[in-house]
Nanobody
Framework: QVQLVESGGGLVQSGGSLRLSCVASGAKFDISTVGWYRQRPGTQREVVATMTAGDMRDYAASVKGRFTISRDNDANTLDLRMTDRKPEATGVYYC???????????WGEGTQVTVSS
């Protein structure tokens, strides 16, 4: 059974940096497609950053150059480093894992990030 647990959210001021982290059990990040999504108030869930098993990274245009997705294979964690935070980054951030071998998708419960101006 796959479980993803996010941490690192909270109330922060605009600017500066924040790191979100996701730990997985029951699956390995390094052989899966993984990512971070967010759901801002009144909107649908949207992709923020993704990373393939082959280390290819992709970012939403709104965060490119400011957010970085990374993976620690030994600890089996997935991080999202957010710099130059803006109020529009406010939302619930979800960790995502796709197991290609079984065509299954898994989500964490999310962590709230609130950026004040």
């Amino acid at each position: 059974q796959v479980q993803l647990v996010e941490s690192g959210g909270g109330l922060v001021q605009s600017g500066g940096s924040l790191r979100l982290s996701c730990v997985a059990s029951g699956a390995k990040f390094d052989i899966s497609t993984v990512g971070w999504y967010r759901q801002r108030p009144g909107t649908q869930r949207e992709v923020v950053a993704t990373m393939t098993a082959g280390d290819m990274r992709d970012y939403a245009a709104s965060v490119k150059g400011r957010f970085t997705i990374s993976r620690d294979n030994d600890a089996n964690t997935l991080d999202l480093r957010m710099t130059d935070r803006k109020p529009e980054a406010t939302g619930v951030y979800y960790c995502y894992l796709y197991k290609r071998c079984s065509d299954e998708r898994f989500w964490g419960e999310g962590t709230q990030v609130t950026v004040s101006s």
